[in-house]
């Protein structure tokens, strides 16, 4: 996951940017994309309903997470898409973690590194 900037204003928003590649010779069924939140932020939705049924199935949103199931990832392939995250206060926080992995081998996974992100008054 890649964000466009790491320091912006109250009530402005940053792009999250998701590859999800399969680095394997298999098809993967059931990829879940599991895409934290960050603390004071909140998500813009209409970005990710674009994506439906298109690059992914569907997505559950929480109040510290994006859930994002997959059907399959073919050999070589790569997902991507973005979504808009709008800074609700001013603040200076880690971007919690985020990962993929098959959901019915969840040990089978990779993870994103947080990242500092800096909103100011």
């Known amino acids: 996951i890649d964000y466009d900037r ?3 204003e109250q009530n402005e928003s940053i792009t999250a ?10 098809t ?3 990829v879940m994309i599991d895409l934290g939140i960050p603390p ?8 990710l309903n674009k ?10 949103l ?23 995250l709008h800074a ?4 200076k926080a880690k971007t919690p973690e985020s990962s993929a992995y098959l959901y019915y081998a969840p040990d089978v996974r990779d993870v994103a590194e947080p990242v500092m992100l800096t909103v100011k008054e």
Do not use: H, W
Request: no cysteine.
């Open 28 to 30: 993967m069924n059931n």
């Open 51 to 60: 994506y439906v049924n298109n690059v992914f199935a569907k997505y559950t």
């Open 62 to 84: 929480t109040s510290r997470q994006i859930l994002v199931y997959t059907n399959t990832v073919e050999p070589g392939q790569t997902l991507k898409f973005q979504y808009r």
């Open 6 to 8: 790491t320091a912006l």
């Open 88 to 91: 609700r206060f001013p603040l």
């Open 17 to 26: 940017t998701v590859f999800v590649r399969n680095n394997t010779r298999e």
């Open 40 to 47: 004071g932020f909140s998500v813009d939705t209409s970005d």
